[in-house]
């Protein structure tokens, strides 16, 4: 039989697989949680405890419970159950039946099907053993005015589980848990009890703490807890003592901070959130509330997170603290998509959306589960899941698991479905030859999705029906088909290509292989063919046998092919491609051949049909329901059979459509619709069949519908703060746009479109999202639905909130007069009818028919209902907590109205200042009655406390009493103020409180220093000079003054300001700012200062310091040689800022350098200029000059420049000294000279002329030239009995200078003896030798004389006279100097000459003495002794400090005083002095013992260092007296004088730096006390015990006995009481002021005589100076050149003097010290000596206390005799320490000044030692000082 073809097998078999798998495949769903067990259980053993767990899913998912290691949940009887629903029971049990396994562990759902399995969340389970417990309470205390917190403390065992539910205020008011308190009482929803504005009334109430077990519902009360009020008086700062650190809530609950500060007074509390970029502040709102310390947030959302800071302050400072919020927001988890279906091979890829109130969550922990197990590459951030490369294997379910930090997990499930996936082929079977008999089995395996179908094919065909053939197939659990052939007994014609078909939806896949069946060839009956235009046609001959040979096709009895289109294969399968209808119809013939010959044949018919053609239709645009619409489908090509369908999105048109399908002809169908709607919106399909294929064509028919409802909205209710959805949907072509609006009125007026924001919510389908409704919400909303067609539709609904009853607070207060009526009101919001009952304490219900006292009135309000309570005549009985409860149908609430009855007021008590400031003080008080609703306001009156002078009382009122304080403003400061506070109420007035006396803080000074003056001293100096501010912009005691200067050409605007202390009664100052730059013009302002700061600047002066010599010496100095006799000498002007003044001009002063014994007096030399520039003539020729240079002002000359050496030119020589010429024998003649005195230059040569003379006539001249080194010549061969003439000439480079004398000789047969050298000075230095020469002719006898004694061969040891007639002497000493003779004779003639040889030796010590002394500098002079014979060439000055180390300094030799500067305050110095000239240094001068002024420390008057009080003492530092010297520190100690007289002292400090003032604290009223004091200075110590008693504690006298024990202890006792000084003071002040008078009306008359004397007699001052002697000085004789000083230049005022009776040898150059020793003391005065002293000797304490003086030097032993009453009567008594001096200046004028007793310890300021500054009071004393002699011992 001919085969058929293959095509329709493979559609028949598609066909078959897919109507079977579809409705297979669409039923499966895996499992989902539709009640997921929460995070946590915990229950009570009591109770027990279950677990709800079920899950949907097809099929219907098994409920299993497992640990949270995964092993199964078991039931334990009477323990644990698993019901059949899923729920997991706990039952009840005994405590001794606990298992922490069972009752404390986790556990987890699971939920499975053949889909997959999920997890639920980890559910912690926790069964608690109920125990007794007790609660505490805990009192964090506060002061008046503050907020207490009281705590219940809960037993840590218990903590978690138990809440508290309400305090108890005894005896029965109940505070519950709100956001924001009633003003007085606040519980927050922590348990923390909160009562602000403390009273002293509250002391006296009790509290109870209510908790409740949230397991066990067990309710316990606390013991009742009274409050503690803190006293604190004073300023105190806040400080934080109870915040809470970190509060988390859920979002939409309530959050409450707590941020509770105490101090005094109260502190004001400011918020601040840190959420953005900077703190902002937190204001009230809607949702917020701002209590002080609490900070309530209703409603939170993620937004409020964050942290918040909040700030308490006062007057005192400020404390804050950071809290953080945490809102923990819900999170929704879903996996996108929930649904992923992927084909296998492929990646499948899930995303975990967090999201939070819509919008996205980030970094979260994930984890991914597949199938109830985690993944192992999961837990981190990522939010995604790849699955690569899927497989059967990884679908399933998986879950998305986010757990957050707080310990909650979140999780969502996706299934992940196997897409279509073509089969794929497992296993095949192979191709086989057997022989006819045994049985054959063929298998095929194939995975596919969805699971493939698999079919069998014999060479085309179906396989043979027969009982030989069986076809087996089954599915694996992988999901796997597999297929078995099975022949039981293989025939031949059962050979052939057997082929497996493996097919699903998404493929096919075939795989083919012969059975080889050995036997003749057989060909299988061929069934009709059908063919497809236009396609492939393979016909497969179905031929048994085997080997077959070949196989042939034939059509109508030709071999095929025979057509282009015709192919026979090699398998001998024939094709044809592409077929025609009319060309390939027939009958077609295959054969088949073995090679033996044998064949077989077989034909088959073959018929081709044409697939159908539709021509494309459409659907007119524009349709809208009601229109009719008509479309035909009609087939353009194609064979019958026929047949045409329609189909709507891919269905059969269902009946109730109302289309119409008409067949036109066999190939058009009609599609009509009569009447268009909504449901024919769609696709419609035209099916066009015939056998040979299957066509469709598409198109969309689109019926514009306009909107209508889906879901209509319809009105609502909703309890108020809960959330509702309003639903609204419509449908429409298009999709509708769904808008919300809400009317702004009534129901026909306008509406405003409802926009997305908190707490409303736009969902996504249309419906409306409404949270925490409040009454704002309540009203009409309109929907409106709108798609473009039509109007759209709309439907407005009423909202309402249906409100249980509430209070806008939960209590509130009524104060009511006492026999008043009370009027009790509670205004109650919520839905009507609303029912209200008062109560009594909460309990009994008042009924004005069994209470004739009260009333009940009730009316509605538009809110709500407001009801009043009217009590008549009220008591205090009748004073309590009342309660308005009101309820409705939806609840009830209670409000609390504290009635108080009040009473006429008590004056208040306690009155004190809590603050004080300059113009402000603080004060508080208490009230003394019990309660504080009596007191309507405070009147605070106050007026200045001045005993002269009584005010009104000035008032002001206090509406606020609770905080019993006022803060009284406008004050002047440092003024004492009478305050008094009367309490207010409605009966009246209270009496006054006790009067309180405050003093006003001090303030910086409001007004500067007046009258500010400068005015120059000196070049250095400017004398300030100020007026005190005002007395009222004093405010305060002025303690000083700021003055400030700077120069005025600087450009700097900084000033450089010194400090000086004042005396606190603001009198005038002044201050000498000294060390300044030198004629340079300063401004100066000054400020004063009090104890709180500076106030403003004076007014700025300027003043210029005076002129004075240049501090620096001309510059740049050059020299130049111009002649022999003129030098050139040139330099620049000093530097411009060391000037100091206008120059004048120069002085050049130069001197020639002359090694002479002693230099000429008038050798140096000055001329002065205004040039710069100076020729110096008539010089010295040939000289080496030292020439300085120095610039002068009109006040004198400035520093000398270095000395700068210059030559002269050289010149011609002068005439050589002298010449001799004598006869050496008959015909030779000796001549020698003398060099010239004054060569003026290098001598070069020697000119020696001769001349012959016979009579007058010359006969002959000759001139014979002689270096410069020979200084004789001999002429021989001479004329005898001839006159010859000689004379000398010397030569420099210049020229031959002038001739000597003319010498002239007779030429002689007899030589007389004659002497050819010369005599004359001979200078050596000691030590050295000397050759005196006494060269002869005529051989004569030589005889030396020293003066008048011939000198003898060996007569001084030290000389030797040589043959050649010189004297040579060795060892010089000073004694070896005189004249020496030289005498010659030899009978013919005699001849003498005289060498006067001079000794230089070091010169003998000069004569020092000290002319005055300061406080820091020492001036003396000297006079030179013996100079030794040569120049002095300088000294040098050596002193030292006692014990310290010898310092030296070079002095001038021309100078003859000296100053020491820089020396330290009342010490001794050493002081001795040498000279030196070229020869060596003399010995030392007698040292000097000389003192520097100062002593050490005075002692004070004890009312000038002591000011007692009730606690304290002030010791006034400043009016220790320095005498002198600075103080440097204090030691300051003092003890309680009592019996015990070992009693300890209390230390104060041991270093206290020197200051104006200090302050002793924490002393005992009325007590006598000892106080020590040691003041250290340079100069020693000082010690003084004083004795003094503190007043009472109001400030009074102390009583008279202790007063008599402090006079008994011979010591001064102080008082600090002021009534008792006024009038000391005022006598005293009294006779100051007449002795101040007197004193300076003398001086005035004594200063202007002698500053006229001074003036008058300036010429002969040094005359005057020498009469001015206040002592007499007892002369005694001296050797050599030691004399009495005879001006006052040399005299010290304040000098002892050793003089010494016997000398040294004057041949010694060190001589021993003095043999006999007489000590003389004088005083002297001279004005200007006393110039630059710093400090007078102290003056003299009338009643000194018990001190004890330490001087740090004792040099002195032996006993000095002075003159005692030097201070009475020398002018210098009535001078105090701080005169002016200007020592050796050159100002015309001295100026001097006085200063008071105050300033003896101010001399130096607080900026620079440099300055030392005085304050020049109104009020003047003059001290008169005992004898404090300075002394300088010579020793």
């Known amino acids: ?596 010959g044998h064949s077989a044949r077989r034909s088959g018919e073959v018929t081709v049909i044409v697939p159908p053609s539709i021509e494309p239709f459409a659907f007119q645009e524009g349709l809208a329901e009601g229109m009719r619409t008509r479309t035909v489908c009609g087939v353009s090509r194609g064979d019958p059979p026929l047949k045409l369908i329609w189909l709507k999105d891919g269905d059969p048109l269902p009946d ?320 004492r103020y009478a305050f008094r506070v009367i309490a207010e109420g409605s009966a009246g007035r209270s009496a006054p409180s006790q009067e309180l006396i405050v003093r006003t803080e001090p303030q910086r000074p409001a007004g500067p220093p007046l009258s500010l003056s400068a005015r120059p001293l000196s070049s250095t100096e400017l004398l300030i000079s100020w007026v005190a501010p005002l007395p009222e912009l004093r405010h305060g005691d002025i303690q000083g003054y700021n003055v400030g200067y700077k120069l005025s050409s600087s450009g700097n605007t900084v000033y450089n300001f010194t400090s000086i202390s004042g005396d606190g009664d603001g009198g005038n100052g002044e201050l000498l700012l000294s060390g300044l730059a030198k004629f340079a013009r300063y401004t100066v302002v000054v400020q004063a200062f009090n104890q709180v700061g500076p106030g403003p600047l004076s007014e700025p002066t300027a003043a210029q310091t005076m002129e004075d010599v240049p501090s620096r010496p001309p510059e740049d100095v050059r020299c130049a040689a111009l002649s022999s006799q003129s030098l050139q000498v040139s330099w620049q002007p000093p530097p411009i800022y060391h000037t100091n003044g206008l120059l004048q001009g120069y002085k050049l002063i130069f001197e020639p350098i002359i090694d002479d014994i002693q230099p000429s007096k008038d050798e140096v030399e000055s001329r002065k200029t205004t040039a710069l520039t100076m020729v110096l003539t008539g010089l010295r020729k040939y000289t080496n000059y030292s020439i300085q240079v120095l610039a002068h002002t009109r006040m004198g000359d400035g520093a000398v420049s270095k000395p700068l050496f210059c030559h002269s030119e050289e010149d011609v020589p002068e005439a050589p000294a002298d010449i001799k010429v004598v006869s050496s024998s008959s015909q030779s003649l000796y001549i020698s000279w003398l060099a010239p005195t004054e060569p003026n230059g290098v001598i070069t040569k020697y000119s020696l002329y001769t001349r012959v003379v016979n009579g007058r006539e010359e006969l002959n001249n000759e001139k014979r030239s002689l270096p410069s080194q020979q200084a004789y010549y001999e002429a021989k061969g001479l004329h005898p009995h001839m006159e010859y003439q000689f004379w000398v000439t010397a030569s420099t480079r210049v020229g031959e200078g002038k001739s000597s004398r003319v010498s002239s000789q007779i030429t002689t047969n007899r030589v007389p003896a004659r002497i050819i050298s010369f005599g004359g000075p001979v200078v050596r230095p000691w030590r050295s030798t000397v050759t005196l020469p006494c060269t002869a002719v005529g051989k004569p006898k030589r005889e030396w004389f020293k ?100 310092d030296e300094m070079q002095l001038s030799r021309h100078a003859s005083s000296h100053e020491l500067k820089g020396l330290v305050c009342g010490s001794t110095y050493q002081i001795h002095m040498s000279a030196q000239n070229k020869v060596g240094t003399s010995p030392t001068s007698t040292t000097l013992h000389v003192r520097t002024q100062g002593q050490s420390p005075g002692h004070p008057a004890s009312t000038a260092l002591l000011a007692p009080n009730s606690t304290s003492l002030l010791v006034r530092l400043h009016s220790w007296p320095d005498n002198g010297c600075p103080l440097l520190y204090f030691v300051l100690q003092y003890r309680a004088v009592t019996e015990d007289p070992d009693a300890e002292w209390v230390l104060v400090s041991n270093a206290l730096k020197p200051q104006r003032r200090i302050m002793v604290n924490n002393l005992r009223p009325s007590t006598l006390y000892q106080l020590r004091m040691e003041a250290h200075n340079v100069a020693g110590i000082s010690q003084a015990d004083f004795s003094f008693v503190t007043l009472t504690k109001d400030g009074d006298p102390p009583p008279p006995e202790i007063m008599h024990r402090g006079h008994s202890g011979h010591t001064t006792v102080i008082l600090g009481n002021i009534n008792l000084l006024i009038p000391s003071v005022a006598a005293v002040s009294g006779l100051i002021c007449t002795i101040i008078m007197v004193v300076v009306c003398y001086r005035h008359k004594q200063a202007n005589h002698i500053q006229k004397e001074s003036l008058d007699n300036r010429a002969n001052s040094e005359a005057a100076q020498r009469e001015r002697y206040y002592a007499t000085i007892h002369k005694v004789s001296m050797q050599n050149n030691d004399k009495i000083p005879e001006t006052s230049e040399d005299i010290s005022p304040y000098a002892t003097f050793q003089l010494s009776e016997a000398g040294g040898n004057m041949s010694q150059p060190h001589h021993g010290g003095p043999a006999n020793t007489l000590l003389h003391s004088f005083m002297y005065h001279e004005r200007a000596l006393a110039e630059g002293c710093s400090s007078p000797p102290p003056a003299a304490v009338l009643n000194p206390p018990t001190t004890t003086t330490t001087h740090h030097h004792h040099n002195h032993q032996r006993p000095l005799k002075t003159i005692h009453n030097y201070y009475q009567t020398s002018p210098f008594h009535n001078i105090s320490k701080n005169r002016r001096r200007h020592s050796r200046k050159t100002e015309p004028e001295s100026e001097e000044s006085e200063s008071d007793q105050d300033q003896l310890t101010s001399s130096r300021t607080e900026s620079s030692n440099q300055h030392e500054g005085k304050i020049k009071h109104n009020s003047r004393l003059i001290q008169h000082f005992p004898n404090h002699n300075i002394s300088i011992t010579y020793l």
Request: glycine residues 8%; hydrophobic residues 35%; contains cysteine.
């Open 656 to 975: 109730l459509l109302g289309a119409n399908v008409t067949m036109l002809d066999q190939y058009s169908s009609l599609l009509s619709i009569p009447s268009l709607s909504a449901t024919h919106s769609g696709e419609y399909t035209c099916v066009a069949k015939n056998p040979a294929a299957e066509i469709k064509y598409t198109a969309l028919l689109q019926v514009k519908v306009p909107p209508r409802w889906i879901v209509e909205p319809v009105d609502a209710n909703v309890e108020r703060n809960r959330h509702i959805m309003l639903h609204c949907q419509a449908q429409g072509v298009p999709t509708p746009s769904i808008v919300w609006k809400k009317a702004t009125g009534s129901k026909s007026g306008e509406y405003e479109e409802v926009r997305e924001r908190p707490f409303t919510k736009l969902l996504g389908n249309g419906s409306l999202l409404l949270q925490h409704v409040k009454e704002d919400r309540e009203g009409f909303y309109l929907c409106q639905a709108n798609n473009g067609i039509g109007t759209g539709i709309g439907k407005v609904i009423q909202l309402k909130v249906n409100s249980s009853p509430y209070f806008s607070s939960t209590s509130r207060s009524v104060m009511v007069k006492k026999g008043d009526t009370a009027l009790l009101q509670c205004a109650v919001s919520g839905d009507k009818p609303i029912n209200i009952v008062w109560m009594r304490s909460g309990k009994n219900t008042l009924n004005p028919s069994t209470n004739y006292k009260i009333s009940v009135k009730q009316e509605a309000t538009p809110d709500g209902v407001s009801a009043e309570l009217q009590i008549r005549t009220v008591d205090a009985t009748d004073s309590g907590p009342y309660f308005c409860r009101a309820s409705n149908l939806y609840g009830n609430d209670q409000q609390l109205v504290q009635l108080q009855v009040q009473e006429p007021p008590l004056p208040p008590s306690v009155l004190e200042a809590a603050m004080i400031s300059s113009r402000s003080v603080n004060l508080k008080w208490q009230p003394k009655s019990l309660g504080t609703g009596d007191v309507t306001k405070y009147l605070v009156e106050f007026r200045e406390a001045d005993p002269l002078f009584v005010e009104q009382w000035q008032q002001i009122e206090v509406k606020d009493p609770p905080h019993f304080n006022a803060l009284i403003e406008n004050l002047k400061p440092a003024t």
């Open 1 to 596: 039989m001919w085969i058929s073809s293959r095509f329709f097998v493979i559609f028949l078999l598609l066909h078959l697989d897919t109507t079977c798998s579809e409705p297979f495949e669409a039923h499966l769903r895996g499992p989902g949680f539709v009640m997921e067990p929460p995070g946590r259980v915990e229950f009570s053993n009591s109770s027990g405890g279950w677990l709800d767990c079920s899950a949907s899913g097809s099929p219907q998912p098994t409920v299993d419970w497992v640990h949270a290691d995964g092993s199964a949940v078991t039931e334990i009887h009477g323990v644990r159950r698993v019901l059949r629903n899923g729920t997991l029971v706990l039952m009840p049990f005994a405590a001794a039946a606990y298992h922490q396994d069972v009752h404390n562990t986790i556990y987890r759902c699971i939920a499975s099907n053949s889909v997959g399995r999920i997890v639920s969340r980890d559910v912690q389970v926790r069964a608690v053993v109920a125990q007794a417990y007790k609660v505490d309470v805990e009192v964090l205390s506060a002061s008046r005015g503050c907020t207490a917190i009281l705590r219940c403390v809960v037993p840590t065992f218990v903590k978690e589980l138990v809440r508290v539910v309400s305090w108890v205020h005894e005896p029965a008011i109940y505070i519950y848990p709100s956001l924001q308190g009633d003003g007085k009482f606040h519980l927050l929803p922590t348990g923390e009890l909160l009562i602000h504005n403390l009273q002293e009334s509250d002391e006296s109430q009790s509290f109870r703490c209510r908790s409740m077990h949230r397991l066990t519902r067990q309710v316990v009360v606390s013991s009742p807890t009274r409050l503690r009020i803190n006293s604190h008086r004073g300023i105190i700062s806040p400080s934080v003592v109870e915040h809470t650190a970190h509060v988390q809530v859920s979002q939409d609950e309530g959050a409450v901070l707590l941020c509770v500060a105490q101090g005094c007074p109260s502190p004001e509390y400011s918020w601040y959130t840190h959420n953005g970029a900077g703190p902002l502040p937190v204001l009230s709102g809607p949702r917020v509330r701002l209590l002080g310390p609490i900070l309530a947030i209703e409603a939170v959302t993620g937004e409020d997170s964050g942290v918040y800071k909040c700030t308490a302050g006062n007057v005192g400072g400020e404390a804050s603290a950071e809290l953080r919020l945490t809102v923990a927001t819900p999170i929704q988890v879903e996996i996108s998509p929930n649904v992923l279906s992927v084909h296998m091979g492929g990646t499948a890829e899930f995303r975990c959306l967090v999201t939070s109130n819509g919008s996205p969550v980030g970094m979260q922990n994930i984890l991914w589960y597949k199938d109830g197990r985690q993944l192992p590459s999961s837990g981190r951030v990522e939010d995604t899941l790849v699955v690569p490369r899927v497989s059967r294997e990884n679908r399933g379910m998986y879950q998305c698991v986010v757990r957050r930090p707080e310990g909650d997990t979140f999780q969502a499930t996706a299934e992940l479905q196997l897409g279509d996936a073509p089969p794929v082929l497992l296993y095949s079977f192979i191709e086989q030859t057997l022989q006819p008999g045994p049985a054959v089995s063929l298998k095929c395996s194939a995975a596919g999705n969805p699971t493939p179908q698999i079919s069998w094919t014999l060479d085309g065909f179906p396989l043979p029906s027969n009982g030989r053939f069986m076809i087996g197939q089954y599915i694996t659990v992988h999901g796997d088909v597999i297929s078995h052939v099975n022949i039981s007994h293989v025939m031949v014609e059962d050979g052939g290509e057997y082929a497996c078909n493996a097919e699903n939806r998404a493929g096919r896949v075939q795989h083919a292989a012969r059975l080889n069946i050995y036997g003749l060839p057989y060909i299988r009956l061929i069934p009709k063919v059908t063919a497809v235009s236009g396609e492939t046609l393979n016909l497969k001959c179905p031929v048994a046998g085997y080997p077959i040979e070949e196989i042939h096709w034939e059509r109508g009895g030709r071999e095929l092919p025979d057509d282009i289109r015709q192919r026979v294969q090699p398998d001998g399968s024939l094709t044809i491609s592409p077929v025609q209808k009319n060309s390939d119809s027939g009958v077609y013939t295959c054969w088949a051949r073995n090679k033996q």
């Open 1347 to 1446: 003066g008048d004694v011939a000198l003898r061969q060996g007569g001084l040891h030290n000389s030797q006279m040589l043959d050649s007639g010189d004297l040579i002497i060795s060892s010089l000493q000073l004694a070896d100097g005189g004249n020496y003779s030289c005498q010659v004779d030899n009978g013919i003639g005699t001849d003498r000459l005289t060498h006067t040889l001079l000794v230089q030796v070091p010169p003998t010590s000069p004569t020092l003495y000290v002319t005055s002394a300061t406080s820091s500098s020492i001036l003396m002079h000297w006079k030179c002794g013996f100079t030794g014979n040569a120049p002095i060439t300088g000294y040098t000055l050596f002193y030292r400090r006692t014990n310290g180390n010898t």
